[in-house]
C-alpha cells in the first residue's frame, strides 16, 4: 500500500534551512552575552600606603672621622751600670705599675770575681745586682733585651707606654677651620661598641702636606685598655638648623642624578599626587624642606610612593 507525501519544491527548502540556521545562530549569540556579562573581572584593588607629616624640629649634618689611639709620652728604661741581664720580669704588652721590677742586672764586676766577692758582698750588705724598676704605670711597648745579655751602661732595655699620655688623634681638614675647637666635648666610638666622651685639648700647629689636615688632640677619661694603633670614629657637626620642615627619608624621591626631588601628597581621601620640594640638609633617616610650607595637617606618603604616577589611587593603612 502506497501512502501519500507530500513534496516541497527546492526553493521552499532551502528558504526552510535558512530560517532554522538563523534562529540557531542567535540563540547561541544570547549565550555568549550572558556569559561574558556573568564572568566580567572585578575592579582593581588600590595599592596600600603609609603616611606621616611633617615634623618641626632642628636637624643636624655631620661628617664622620677617623680618630687614632697614641701615647704622646714613652719612658726608656736604660741600664745603670755595665754587666748581664739576669732576669726579665716583662713581656711586650704587659701592664706595669710604677716601681713594678722589669730587669736584674748583675755588674760586670760581680759576674768576674764570682764566689770570691760573695763572702765580701754579704758583709758589706751587697749583692753585685741591681733590679731595674719601671718608672711610670703603662703598657711594654717592646724589650730590647733578654735574660743573659750583655749590656753597657746606658743600654736601652725597655719602652714604656705611659698609660696616663693616651689621647685619640683626628685628622681635620684645613677647610674646616671652625667646625673644632678646644674644650669642645666629642662621642669617640670605639670598634668594640664602647663609647667614649673626649674633650679637645690641642690643635697641633702643623699640617700634612700631602693631606692637607691638622692634628687634633682629644683626651678621654676612664678609656679602659685602648691598644695604641686602635681606629676610632668621631662624628663632628658640620651644620645645623633650628625650628625646620623635617621629614622621613623615606617620604622624598628624587631622579637618577638627585637634582629634582618630590613628595607625593594626600590631597583627598585616596588620592596622592606629586609636589616638587627643594631640600637642605640630609642625614641618614631625615632631609629638611626648605620649600612649599607645608601644614601640619598635610599627609605624606612614605611606603607605596616610589615609581608612581603624578596622580595616584591610594588606600591609606592607619
Request: hydrophobic letters at 40%; glycine letters at 6%.
Amino acid at each position: 500500500m502506497k501512502r501519500n507525501s507530500t513534496r516541497f519544491p527546492f526553493s521552499a527548502q532551502r528558504f526552510w534551512l535558512a530560517g532554522t540556521f538563523a534562529l540557531a545562530a542567535l540563540a547561541f549569540s544570547g549565550c555568549g552575552q550572558k556569559k561574558s556579562t556573568s564572568t566580567a573581572e572585578p575592579s582593581t584593588p588600590l595599592p596600600e600606603v603609609q603616611v606621616t607629616h611633617v615634623r618641626q624640629g632642628a636637624i643636624q649634618q655631620t661628617v664622620q672621622l677617623n680618630a687614632t689611639a697614641v701615647f704622646r709620652r714613652q719612658h726608656v728604661l736604660k741600664s745603670p751600670v755595665t754587666g748581664y741581664v739576669v732576669k726579665s720580669f716583662a713581656e711586650p704588652g704587659q701592664m706595669v705599675q710604677k716601681g713594678d721590677p722589669v730587669f736584674v742586672i748583675e755588674t760586670k764586676e760581680s759576674r768576674a770575681l764570682g764566689n770570691s766577692l760573695d763572702s765580701l758582698n754579704r758583709k758589706l750588705g751587697l749583692s753585685g745586682r741591681m733590679t731595674i724598676r719601671a718608672s711610670v704605670s703603662g703598657y711594654v711597648a717592646a724589650i730590647s733585651h733578654q735574660t743573659g745579655d750583655f749590656v753597657p751602661e746606658g743600654e736601652p732595655l725597655a719602652t714604656l707606654n705611659d698609660r696616663n699620655s693616651m689621647v685619640f688623634i683626628l685628622n681635620v681638614p684645613v677647610e674646616w677651620p671652625t667646625i673644632i675647637h678646644n674644650g669642645m666635648q666629642l662621642p669617640v666610638r670605639l670598634p668594640d661598641g664602647r663609647t667614649l666622651t673626649g674633650v679637645v685639648t690641642e690643635t697641633l700647629p702643623s699640617v700634612d702636606q700631602a693631606a692637607q689636615t691638622r692634628q687634633v688632640i682629644i683626651r678621654v677619661q676612664k678609656a679602659g685598655v685602648v691598644p695604641e694603633g686602635l681606629i676610632a670614629k668621631v662624628s663632628l657637626a658640620q651644620s645645623e638648623n633650628e625650628n625646620t620642615q623635617v621629614l622621613p627619608k623615606a617620604a622624598v624621591l628624587a631622579n637618577e642624578t638627585e637634582t629634582n626631588f618630590w613628595v607625593m601628597k594626600l590631597t583627598e581621601k585616596e588620592t596622592a599626587v606629586k609636589v616638587p620640594v627643594t631640600t637642605g640638609i640630609q642625614t641618614a633617616d631625615s632631609v629638611e624642606i626648605l620649600t612649599p610650607t607645608f601644614r601640619p595637617s598635610d599627609e605624606i606618603l612614605t611606603t607605596g610612593n616610589y615609581g608612581v604616577p603624578d596622580t595616584l589611587n591610594v588606600k591609606v593603612i592607619r
